[in-house]
């Protein structure tokens, strides 16, 4: 994910920032592709030139894309991976965790998470979460849902600020998009229950604007729990 804009800066750009980098990681443009001119993606996106710059600005500190004068603004190919680290060696693999043991996991992790989320939140943060739930609002597929759900709980995660937090979310994440997660998820999804989803999603984010700790807690737990339920088959 990228890194925010700075504080202080326009929440447009912020929001913008969140939007290029989803269009960047699902592949809109491949690597070492040229992005479309500045006077192009601010007519695409209703911004200012300035506004898509510090946009840019962000995407570039993060290593997603690249900006040469005169040239334009190219996709990054993906650096090499890491070595593991001692926190990711210590996990379990990935591949031996099943749906449940993930739901479970995130029980643990994620209704503290957003509560340091709550306390730590910058005005980026916030617009980068805005931008992903307005995304799970307009989505209309279960896939289009299930990218924007995932962008918004990485959100949280990036919002405490704490890098150890940031990866044990991300490796829970990364269960997800196995083919058994998404079975179980397809299994469930019903416009009812995607509208019982997004209005938990509401309440997470409104918490997070009022800076309500408890509130945001409780409902992050009570949307984990109706996953689980609906994962289970109840």
């Not at 992005?35 to 506004?51: C, D, I, K, Q």
């Not at 334009?72 to 965790?97: H, K, N, Q, S």
């Not at 924007?148 to 991300?170: E, K, P, Q, Y």
Request: aromatic residues 2%; hydrophobic residues 45%; neutral net charge.
């Amino acid at each position: 994910m990228v890194d925010p804009v700075k504080a202080g800066e326009s929440p447009g750009a912020a929001r913008l920032q969140a939007l290029l980098e989803q269009a960047l990681l699902a592949g809109t443009w491949p690597e070492g592709a040229r992005l479309p001119t500045e006077r192009a993606l601010s007519a695409t996106y209703g911004v200012a030139r300035n506004t898509l710059r510090r946009a840019l600005d962000g995407l570039e500190r993060a290593g997603l894309v690249e900006r040469h004068v005169g040239r334009g603004t190219f996709r990054r190919a993906a650096p090499a991976p890491d070595a593991p680290t001692a926190l990711e060696e210590a996990a379990l693999e990935e591949a031996a965790l099943s749906p449940a043991a993930v739901m479970e996991c995130r029980l643990l992790l994620e209704p503290e998470l957003i509560g340091l989320a709550v306390l730590r939140a910058t005005p980026a943060d916030l617009a980068r979460i805005e931008a992903c739930l307005h995304g799970t609002d307009e989505a209309t597929t279960l896939a289009a849902f299930e990218q924007w759900d995932a962008a918004l709980h990485d959100a949280f995660a990036l919002a405490t600020h704490n890098a150890a937090v940031i990866g044990m979310s991300r490796s829970l994440a990364r269960v997800r998009r196995r083919s058994d997660w998404g079975q179980l998820k397809a299994r469930g999804d019903t416009p009812a229950h995607r509208a019982r989803l997004q209005a938990q999603h509401h309440e997470m984010v409104e918490a997070l604007r009022r800076r309500d700790r408890d509130r945001a807690r409780q409902a992050m737990r009570a949307h984990l729990l109706l996953i689980q339920a609906v994962m289970a088959g109840e």
